[in-house]
């Protein structure tokens, strides 16, 4: 996990030394729609950012385990000019909560669900445990507004895709903000 660490400025006051880079992984319920979407946004943000060391997305489900993303998901990521977005739907496992230093849920019912499945590995114990975990929080806390979430579009219509587009660019930039630029020294 990483580790903001202090040094002393000349002048006696503190900076940031420079941490290590992060993970992230993004959750949905089927890994077809909105995480997906989610890691090709922050992807395409972050992209050339030596901050970020590995982004993915699984789902708390294994419904399309395999299938690429759905067409709608691709067609708005298109529309914004993100192209070249290859994935293969997965469900979530356990190595996930060592492997990522933040597991980012898109509804309150996919967060429940990680805590849920990070609090029985706690339990388990074994070789991942407490801090050696990544942090489970929702994605939408970083999109101004506590607690927002990402509605399921799914079932609906192209625009609920438009809709989970812009919160996701909306969240995206926010994290970055808040932990990225917050935690890591940035270069001039």
Known sequence: MPTQSSTENADGTASKASAPPISVLFVCLGNICRSPMAEAVFTALTNSDPRVSNVDSAGTGAYHEGDGPDPRTMSTLEDNG????????????ASDFSTFNYILAMDNHNLHDLQRLK???NKKGGDITGEDMGKVMLFGDYGGRKGEQVGDPYYGARNGFEIAYEQMV??????IAHVL???HIISS
């Open 82 to 93: 993100i192209v070249d977005y290859d994935h293969a739907a997965r469900k979530v496992q």
């Open 119 to 121: 609090s029985r590995m």
């Open 170 to 175: 909306r969240f995206s930039k926010g994290f």
């Open 181 to 183: 630029d917050e935690t």
